[in-house]
């Protein structure tokens, strides 16, 4: 069995920002084609600054855990910051995953770099250049 870290459990087992915003600026929808897992991101965005995040996943517990973290994390960050917040960087503040695991920390990256898309798009017309969710 895979051995989780301490926070790992504790974002699975209390997972913050659970939820859907109303009337959301960015919405990120993915999904992962093997395992069938699917993440929805949502974020509020004022004056290029994230305000709130929150998220709807339908997956494992490392996927529930790696959303928690992505939207701790994104609060209070401009988009710009926001984008350099890696799959890695999410994993590093959770203590670390399992191996076998790390494929459920980048669907977290894809769902928030799919809400973010949504936000350019609607916002500039543009979204972010060449985005599409990794495939695994
Ligand atoms: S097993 Fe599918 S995201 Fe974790």
């Known amino acids: 069995m895979p051995q989780y870290s301490e926070k790992v459990m ?12 109303e009337n959301p600026d960015g919405v ?8 069938g897992d699917i993440m929805e991101m949502y974020i509020k965005v004022k004056d290029n600054v ?6 709807k996943t339908f997956g ?15 609060k209070g960050k ?3 910051e926001a984008l350099q917040i890696s799959n890695r960087a999410v ?16 669907l977290a990256e894809d769902a928030l770099k799919g809400a973010i898309n949504d936000y350019l798009k609607k ?3 543009k979204g972010l250049p060449n985005w599409k969710p990794h495939e695994d």
């Open 28 to 35: 990120g929808h993915v999904g992962n084609p093997v395992c």
């Open 60 to 74: 494992c517990g490392a996927a529930i855990a790696t959303s928690s973290m992505m939207t701790d994390l994104v």
């Open 91 to 106: 994993v590093e503040a959770l203590d670390g995953l399992p191996a076998i695991k790390l494929h459920c920390s980048v």
């Open 123 to 125: 916002t500039t017309g």
């Open 10 to 21: 504790e974002h699975f087992r209390n997972p913050h920002n659970v939820g859907e915003i």
């Open 50 to 55: 994230i305000v709130d995040a929150k998220f």
């Open 78 to 80: 401009t988009i710009e």
